[in-house]
C-alpha cells in the first residue's frame, strides 16, 4: 500500500462520489461548531487545543487520504483511529495526542512505577459500543484532572509517561478477550495470596550455587527416575486445581474476537529492554508478546509516526514480527526519520559523507520533502507529589479477584492507618469469609500487619522495629488476658528473649546468644493461670509445677560440668540437672536433688544429707562426691531456681502489660504524619499556623489584661460577669487582704535585710577587735571599706523601711478607692 507522500496529485483526484463529499463536508461542520462552542466556552485553555496550525491540519489531509486508501484496499478491515475529537470538539491527529513526558518523581522512572501509576489512579469507563472505535480522545491533562478514562486515554498517558523516560514505547489499537477489555478478574488469582506451585517452583530455584559438596547418595538411580516422572504430574495437578471449574467458566463471548482494546507496546533497545512485551494499561502488568490475552492488532503509533500491521493475526499476537521498519510487516503512515533506528542511521550517514557536498545536498532536498510530525498539542502533563500518594479515584479502589477481594486506600485516608485490606472467601460468590489481611501505614504503635482467620477465630499481628518490648509477632485468640498468645521479639532485648508461647496451662520462651547458653524454658502450671491483677501478688511456687530449662554445650567446660538440662519440680521440691554427652558417650550423667524442708514454728529445718542426691555419672571414678559438694552445688541451685521463678513472674507480668498496652493502642489509634508526605506537610502547616493563632491571642488577651487588677482573681476564684453582690464583695476583701499581705511581706523582707547587714558589720568588728594588732595596713584598708560599705546598706535598708512604711497606707487606701470606681464592683459596694 502507497502512501500520500508518494504522489501528492492524488489528493486533488475525485474518488468519492457527490453524497459522500457532502456528508464529510457535514460532519466538519459539525465537528467545527462543536469546537466553537467548547471554545468559547473555556477560553483560557491554549490556543493548540482549540485550533489546528498548518502542520497539523496537513497532515490530517494526509490520513484521511490514507483511510480512504486503506478502506478501499482493504474493504474487510476496520477503519482506523487516526483523528479523534479532543475535549474541546477539535479534530486531532492521535500521534500529536502523544507528549513525551520527564516527570521528576522518582516513582515514574521505570515502566514498572508509570505502568502501576496509571492503572491505580484512572477509573476505567468501558467502549460503547465494545466493537467501535471511540470518537473522543481527550489529553493526558485532561485524563489526570477527571481521573476517568477509555481504554486509549489510559494507553495514551501511559506511553506519553514512558516515551518521557526514553523507552521506545507504542500505543497498541488491536482486540483482546472480555475479561481484559472490561477490567474483570474475578477468574484471576489474587497476587497477594501465595499459591502452592509457587512454593513448589522457589524450593527448586533457591539453590545456593555456593555450597559445601554433599556426602554421595546411596540411592537407586531407577528410583529417582521414576521420582522425577512423578514430580511434572504433580505440579501439573496443583496447576489443574487453581484453574477454573466447569462452574467457574462463563459463557461463551459472542463478540469474542471482536472486542476493540488498546494498549502499550515496548521494544528492546533502549533502557536496557532485552526482548519486546506488552503493557497492559489497565492493570499495569506485562505480558509477553505471545499473550494469550491479546487476540490481534490494526495498527501501532507513537509520537514520531503511525504504523498498519500488515500480518495474519488469526493465530493472535504470538506469530507477529516488530520490525517496524519492514514495510511488508508495518505499513507506515509517514516516511522519513520516525524512528529511532532511521535517526542514528541518518546522523551516521551525514558524520560519514560529511566531505562529499553531493550527498550532503543530496540529504537535505530528502529532509525537505520528508513530512515530519507536528508537535504535540497537549499541555504539559504535571504529575504532582500529591497524585502519587493520592493514588487511586478518591483515595480507595476495590478489586474482585476469584475468591478475594481488594481494597487499596491512600495513606491517611483511614484514621487506623489502612492502606489495604484482603478478604478471601471459601465459595466462588464471595459470601463466607475465610481469611481477612489488612496492612497498615505510619502508626504509633508501630503496626504493619494484620490477619484474621475468621475459620479458627485466631488474629496475627506484626509490628515494625522499634515498638515496647520489642514486640514483632502477636498471634492471639483474643485481645485479653485469656487463651493462648504467641510472641516473637526483637534479638535486641536485654535477656535475648525471641519468641513466647503462653496457653492456660503453660509458658516456652525460646532465647538466642545468651551468655549463659540457655536457649530453652518451659514452665507448666499447676491449675489455670489467670493473667489479671488480683493474681498479680499471689504467691508463685504455688502456681509452679516444673519448670525445663536447656542449655547450649559450653565447650570451655568438660561435657560431665556442663549442664544440657535441668528440671526444677516446684511441687515435688526436687531438682534435676542432666549433662551434656561427651564425645565417646551416648548415655548423658545425672543428678537428682531433693531440697531439705525449710524450718517451720513447730519443727526446725531438715538436715542435707547424701541420701537426698541421686547420681549417674558416666566415666568417672567410683570415688565418691564430698557431702560439702553436693550441699554447695544444690545451694547454687535453689538460688538459680528463685531467680527462674521471679524471671517467670517478669515475663507473665510483661504478657499482661503487652495485651493491655494492645488494648489502650487499639482503642485510640494515633498516627505518625511524616513532615515529607503533602498531607503531613499540609497537617503540620495548619498546626504551626494553630499555634501561632493561638499565641496571638494569649498575647491580645495579656494586653488587654495586664491593668487589670481583678483578672487573676476571677480567674482564680472562677467568677464570671455579671457578678453578684455576694461576689463582689468577697472579689473587694480578697483583693484588699492579697495586696495588704503583700505589703506586709515587703516591708518584712526589708526589716531582714537590714537586719542581716547590720548583723554582719557587727561580726566584722568583733573579728577587727580581736586580730587589729597584728593587721597588716593593706587589711586595716579592706576593714575600713567594708564598714563603710555595710553602713551604706544599712541606711539604705533603714530608708527603704521608713518609705514603705509612710506610702504603705497610701496604697492601700488608693486600692480602695480604685475597686470602688470599678464598673464591676461599684454598684454592689455601694449599696
Not at 18 to 35: A, D, I, L, S, V
Not at 757 to 765: D, S, W
Request: with cysteine; aromatic share 8%; glycine share 4%.
Amino acid at each position: 500500500m502507497e502512501t500520500v507522500l508518494e504522489s501528492e496529485e492524488e489528493e486533488q483526484r475525485p474518488t468519492r462520489d457527490p453524497q459522500e463529499e457532502e456528508e464529510e463536508e457535514e460532519e466538519k461542520t459539525f465537528r467545527n461548531t462543536q469546537g466553537l462552542s467548547l471554545n468559547m466556552a473555556d477560553s483560557s485553555s491554549p490556543e493548540s487545543h482549540r485550533i489546528n496550525s498548518a502542520a497539523e491540519t496537513r497532515l490530517l489531509t494526509f490520513a484521511n487520504n490514507f483511510q480512504r486508501q486503506f478502506s478501499h484496499l482493504f474493504p474487510e478491515r476496520r477503519p482506523l483511529l487516526l483523528g479523534p475529537i479532543n475535549e474541546f470538539g477539535v479534530q486531532k491527529f492521535v500521534s500529536t495526542t502523544l507528549r513525551a513526558t520527564a516527570t521528576v518523581q522518582p516513582e515514574l522512572f521505570t515502566w514498572g512505577g508509570c505502568a502501576e501509576f496509571v492503572a491505580s489512579f484512572l477509573s476505567l469507563e468501558p467502549l460503547d459500543p465494545p466493537i467501535e472505535l471511540p470518537s473522543y480522545l481527550f489529553s493526558p491533562a485532561s485524563v489526570l484532572r477527571t481521573q476517568r478514562a477509555s481504554c486509549f486515554e489510559f494507553c495514551t498517558l501511559l506511553c506519553s509517561l514512558l516515551l518521557g523516560v526514553n523507552y521506545d514505547a507504542y500505543c497498541v489499537s488491536g482486540y483482546a478477550d472480555r475479561e481484559t477489555c472490561l477490567l474483570d478478574q474475578s477468574l484471576q488469582h489474587c497476587p497477594l495470596l501465595d499459591t502452592p506451585v509457587q512454593s513448589v517452583i522457589s524450593e527448586e530455584s533457591q539453590e545456593n550455587k555456593y555450597k559445601e559438596k554433599p556426602q554421595r547418595s546411596l540411592k537407586s538411580h531407577f528410583m529417582t527416575q521414576e521420582e522425577q516422572k512423578k514430580k511434572p504430574s504433580a505440579e501439573a495437578a496443583l496447576l489443574e486445581n487453581l484453574k477454573p471449574d466447569e462452574s467457574e467458566q462463563r459463557p461463551a463471548d459472542r463478540l469474542r474476537g471482536l472486542r476493540l482494546h488498546c494498549w502499550v507496546l515496548v521494544l528492546s533497545g533502549s533502557r536496557s529492554v532485552q526482548e519486546n512485551f506488552f503493557i497492559e494499561p489497565l492493570t499495569g502488568a506485562r505480558h509477553s508478546t505471545g499473550s494469550a490475552h491479546f487476540l490481534g492488532i490494526e495498527s501501532v503509533w507513537n509520537n514520531h509516526n503511525y504504523y498498519v500491521n500488515m500480518q495474519d493475526c488469526r493465530s493472535g499476537c504470538s506469530d507477529l514480527g516488530f520490525d517496524l521498519e519492514d514495510v511488508n510487516m508495518w505499513e507506515p503512515l509517514l516516511f522519513g526519520a520516525t524512528s529511532k533506528k532511521q535517526l542514528i542511521h541518518e546522523a551516521s550517514n551525514k558524520k560519514l559523507y560529511k566531505m562529499t557536498p553531493d550527498v550532503q545536498e543530496e540529504l537535505e532536498e530528502l529532509e525537505e520533502q520528508a513530512f515530519e510530525m507536528p508537535r504535540s498539542w497537549v499541555s504539559d502533563i504535571s504529575i504532582t507529589k500529591k497524585d502519587l500518594e493520592t493514588r487511586w479515584p478518591g483515595g480507595h479502589k476495590r478489586t474482585r479477584y476469584r475468591k478475594a477481594e481488594v481494597e487499596r486506600f491512600a495513606p491517611y485516608l483511614r484514621p487506623n492507618g489502612l492502606t489495604t485490606r484482603l478478604v478471601s472467601y471459601k465459595d466462588l460468590d464471595c459470601t463466607e469469609v475465610l481469611m481477612v489481611k489488612e496492612w497498615y501505614q505510619h502508626r504509633t504503635d508501630h503496626l504493619e500487619e494484620r490477619e484474621v482467620n475468621e475459620v479458627d477465630n485466631v488474629t496475627t499481628e506484626r509490628f515494625r522495629r522499634g515498638r515496647p518490648f520489642d514486640l514483632l509477632f502477636h498471634r492471639f485468640e483474643s485481645l485479653t488476658t485469656e487463651g493462648v498468645h504467641e510472641m516473637k521479639f526483637c534479638s535486641i532485648r536485654v535477656d535475648n528473649l525471641v519468641q513466647r508461647l503462653v496457653s492456660p496451662g503453660e509458658m516456652t520462651e525460646t532465647f538466642q546468644r545468651r551468655a549463659d547458653s540457655l536457649y530453652y524454658r518451659r514452665v507448666h502450671f499447676g491449675r489455670h493461670v489467670q493473667f489479671s491483677g488480683e493474681h498479680v501478688n499471689s504467691e508463685p511456687a504455688t502456681r509452679l509445677i516444673q519448670v525445663v530449662e536447656r542449655f547450649h554445650r559450653d565447650s570451655s567446660k568438660p561435657a560431665n560440668q556442663d549442664v544440657a538440662e535441668r528440671v526444677f519440680l516446684l511441687a515435688q521440691r526436687r531438682i534435676e540437672v542432666t549433662y551434656h554427652l561427651d564425645a565417646d558417650t551416648f548415655i548423658p550423667s545425672h543428678r537428682s536433688f531433693i531440697k531439705p524442708r525449710e524450718a517451720t514454728e513447730q519443727k526446725k529445718a531438715e538436715d542435707f544429707t547424701q541420701d537426698m542426691v541421686s547420681s549417674f555419672m558416666v566415666g568417672l571414678s567410683d570415688t565418691p562426691v564430698k557431702t560439702l559438694t553436693l550441699y554447695e552445688m544444690l545451694v547454687s541451685l535453689m538460688k538459680d531456681e528463685e531467680m527462674v521463678v521471679h524471671q517467670i513472674e517478669e515475663s507473665l507480668k510483661e504478657v499482661r502489660d503487652i495485651v493491655s498496652c494492645r488494648e489502650e493502642e487499639e482503642g485510640d489509634v494515633q498516627l505518625f504524619f511524616c513532615p515529607w508526605t503533602t498531607t503531613g506537610a499540609a497537617r503540620a502547616r495548619s498546626k504551626r499556623q494553630d499555634m501561632e493563632r493561638q499565641a496571638a491571642e494569649e498575647q491580645s488577651w495579656l494586653h488587654e489584661n495586664e491593668k487589670d487588677i481583678l483578672a487573676p482573681l476571677l480567674m482564680r476564684l472562677d467568677l464570671s460577669d455579671p457578678l453578684s453582690a455576694e461576689d463582689a464583695r468577697q472579689l473587694h476583701q480578697e483583693c484588699l487582704s492579697e495586696f495588704k499581705q503583700k505589703l506586709v511581706e515587703d516591708a518584712n523582707l526589708i526589716q531582714e535585710r537590714y537586719q542581716k547587714e547590720t548583723q554582719q558589720l557587727q561580726r566584722k568588728q568583733q573579728w577587727y577587735q580581736q586580730n587589729q594588732l597584728d593587721m597588716t595596713e593593706h587589711q586595716e584598708d579592706e576593714y575600713q571599706t567594708y564598714c563603710s560599705d555595710r553602713t551604706l546598706q544599712i541606711r539604705v535598708a533603714m530608708r527603704r523601711l521608713k518609705m514603705h512604711q509612710e506610702e504603705a497606707p497610701l496604697k492601700y487606701q488608693a486600692l480602695d478607692e480604685r475597686l470602688r470606681e470599678d464598673p464591676r464592683l461599684a454598684p454592689h459596694l455601694l449599696s
